[in-house]
């Protein structure tokens, strides 16, 4: 499908709102998801938005640290695939150009980071990581 650019902050919206959209009724990710977020989706969706702003469209409006809410949940290789996997045909089905396709590079890039560092501290109980 022929796509339009990442360009503005509503163009972020509509990635993160179609992306989220689908996971919450994914079978896989769903539950993992909707157990911890709970009644807090439009929290989770508006910390989002902000986040691959920061990103695709250099507007630091996020200053949070994305690993650590990821430490304790049940994922692995698997989880972070299905993850990739949902976001890239997102963005596909959505947009073209150049940030889409960063958007999808720098999500792969994330997601690697985020197994490898799971993996690390999973084998090496006890360390904090603050
Ligand atoms: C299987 C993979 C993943 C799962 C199940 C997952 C799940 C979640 C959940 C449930 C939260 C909300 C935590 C809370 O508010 O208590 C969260 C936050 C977040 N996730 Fe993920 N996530 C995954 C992968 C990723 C990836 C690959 C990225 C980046 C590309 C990402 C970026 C973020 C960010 C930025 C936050 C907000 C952190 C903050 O509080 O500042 N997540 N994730």
Redesign the pocket.
Known sequence: MTGKEILTLDDVKLLVNTFYDKIRKDEL?GP??NE??QD?WR??LD??YT?WQTLLLEEHT?N???F???MN?P?GHE??N???GM?TATVDELFTGDKAEEAKW??AN??KM?ENKLNYFRSHEGLSIL
Request: proline share 10%.
């Open positions: 990710l993992i998801f911890r977020i807090r929290m989770h910390k989002m986040f996020y949070g640290r994305p650590p809410p990821h949940m994922i989880h972070f299905h993850w990739l976001f720098r999500a994330i997601a985020f």
